[in-house]
Each structure stands twice: as C-alpha cells, then as structure tokens.
Antibody, heavy 121, light 110 residues
Framework: EVQLVESGGGMVQPGGSLRLSCAAS????????MNWVRQAPGKGLEWLSH????????HYTDSVKGRFTVSRDNGKNSLYLQMNSLRAEDTAVYYC??????????????WGKGTTVTVSS | EIVMTQSPATLSVSPGERATLSCRAS??????LAWYQQKPGQPPRLLIY???TRATGIPARFSGSGSGTEFTLTISSLQSEDFAVYYC?????????????FGGGTKVEI
C-alpha cells in the first residue's frame, strides 16, 4: 500500500524549532518529488515547499523562506522539514504529499494524514 | 503571480442534485489544474488532474472541465459522502508566488 506517515509535530514556544519527518512506503520514494503543505485551523491549504527526487532543487513559499528547510534521505525513504524561528501563525496541520514528477511541482496524488504543530507560549 | 479564486465559497445542495464548482485563474494555466476533496479531519484527496482526468478510483460522477483561466468541477448527483470542501490547484506557473497554487476552497454542504 502506498503510504506517507508524518511525525514530529507538537507544541513549541514562539522562536523555537521542530523537525518534521515523513516516512514513505509502498512506492519507489527516490523516483518522486515531494512537498510539504499545511493547513491552519479552519483555513485552506498552503503549499510550503517542494524538493525534487535527487534533492537538487528545493523551493519554498515566501512566508517560510529562510526559516524552514526541506530535505530527504532516499536511503531511508524519508522526507524532512526543519522548522526554525517558529511563529504563532505557523500553527497548523502539516502534510507531506507526493508529486508524480521526479523534477517538477505538479499535482499531488498521495498525501499523509498530517501532523499537528502548535506554536504557543 | 497567478491567483486562484474559487466560487462560491459555500454551495448548499440536496443529495441527488448536481453541483457545479468554479475555479478561476488570474492568468492562463493551460490545463495544468487539479481538484482535491477534503473531508473534516482527513487529508486532501486528488480527484482530477490535467483539468479533466479523473484520478484512480474516483467515481464517474465527478468531472472536470475548462482550460486557460476558467475551470469547473461538476458532481453530477451528490451522494452523502460528497459533502466536503473542494480545492483547485494550478501547477502551470511554479513557484506560484505568495498567494500559492491553491484556491481558497468551496464547501459543499447539505
């Protein structure tokens, strides 16, 4: 079964850091580019970051550029999101999602169930 | 930057009726448009890509149409499990700018 499972969420104080992980199974992880998408409580979807299959290209939305870093380990079938300088507005459910292309951002055909990040003092 | 706008924000429909959801791009995205369905507490599910191609396992009552700047998702006869929020997403111009690739969503309610 094709599956993505996020972990690493939790509560953190403003200015703090968290590292999210996404474990992939049931498909050849190294053949797909991957994304992080988040959803604040009661809000819509916000794309955050894309990384291609070989980690050669990484892109971020402006609101997280310089604070968040996406990475992957194809040997461990895992995707990561290092989040620093967290703000209250980063409170959201964070999803990892697969893109069908190994290189380019396209539509996302497989999604994890998400992990919740709460930034609060 | 391409801005995706969905309308209406909320659509009230009875089971068995037809639902028509709109998505407009501020400039052409060709046919590089996807639709997702999201139910409460669940992740989004891909319904349509390439503006009109149903994803694997998606029932035929879901159909997508349009190209350029105007797109439509039609649910021909609403079932109880179809009441959800629907998002469109462009992937023609990427990175897409501060507004992001997703529309704001349409909630389909009873």
């Amino acid at each position: 079964e094709v599956q993505l499972v996020e972990s690493g969420g939790g509560m953190v104080q403003p200015g703090g850091s968290l590292r999210l992980s996404c474990a992939a199974s049931g498909f050849t992880f190294s053949s797909y580019s991957m994304n992080w998408v988040r959803q604040a409580p009661g809000k819509g979807l916000e794309w955050l970051s894309h990384i291609d299959s070989s980690s050669s290209m990484k892109h971020y939305t402006d609101s997280v550029k310089g604070r968040f870093t996406v990475s992957r380990d194809n040997g461990k079938n895992s995707l990561y999101l290092q989040m620093n300088s967290l703000r209250a507005e980063d409170t959201a459910v964070y999803y990892c999602a697969r893109t069908v292309s190994p290189l380019y951002f396209q539509y996302m055909d497989v999604w994890g169930k998400g992990t919740t990040v709460t930034v609060s003092s | 930057e391409i801005v995706m706008t969905q309308s209406p924000a909320t659509l009230s429909v009875s089971p068995g009726e037809r639902a028509t959801l709109s998505c407009r791009a501020s400039q052409s995205v060709s046919s590089s448009l996807a639709w997702y369905q999201q139910k409460p507490g669940q992740p989004p599910r891909l319904l349509i890509y390439g503006a009109s191609t149903r994803a694997t396992g998606i029932p035929a009552r879901f159909s997508g149409s349009g190209s350029g700047t105007e797109f439509t998702l039609t649910i021909s006869s609403l079932q109880s499990e179809d009441f959800a929020v629907y998002y469109c997403q462009q992937y023609y111009n990427w990175p897409s700018g501060p507004s992001g690739p997703f529309g704001g969503g349409t909630k389909v309610e009873i």
